[in-house]
């Protein structure tokens, strides 16, 4: 009898495949400076419709106020976000998408859409379903306290 498999491996296997996926496409290929989490706020700010700022992207990443600066720094440099202040706190400065990092999460969405279809390829809704029941289950089970 063979035994159970690990879970966690088989997770980190498909993971690994939709990344190699996504990174031998031609639209992420495109993006070749971009890092992860740049990509992730990319992500974060075209989906949110409120003024998104530093301290925002502090606590989704939960990193401290020194990292988040230079990541953003850095994607204000290579001409992916600005940042705009606001007219009820002259403190505060809203980060604002470039119409190149709009560019990019068009090409990636579009792309992970791709994938996303071939990886569903076959399987009914139920079985997406139960698939994401599932997922959402071993998300609740490591999240907080859980042993």
Not at 16 to 43: A, P, Y
Not at 91 to 106: F, S, W
Request: charged letters at 30%; proline letters at 3%.
């Amino acid at each position: 009898m063979d035994p159970q498999p690990h879970v966690i491996i088989e997770i980190k296997k498909l993971a690994n495949q939709i990344k190699r996926q996504l990174h031998n496409s031609d639209s992420f290929s495109q993006c070749e400076n971009l890092t992860g989490v740049q990509g992730w706020i990319i992500g974060y700010l075209h989906h949110q419709e409120k003024d998104i700022f530093q301290k925002d992207i502090e606590e989704q990443l939960e990193v401290r106020r020194s990292t988040a600066s230079g990541i953003l720094q850095l994607m204000e440099k290579n001409g992916l976000i600005t940042r705009e202040p606001v007219s009820y706190d002259a403190r505060l400065k809203k980060l604002i998408l470039t119409e190149k990092a709009r560019e990019i999460h068009r090409r990636v969405a579009g792309e992970m859409n791709r994938i996303d279809s071939r990886l569903t390829s076959g399987l009914t809704s139920d079985e997406l379903e139960f698939f994401c029941s599932v997922i959402a289950r071993m998300q609740k089970n490591l999240a907080g306290d859980n042993p």
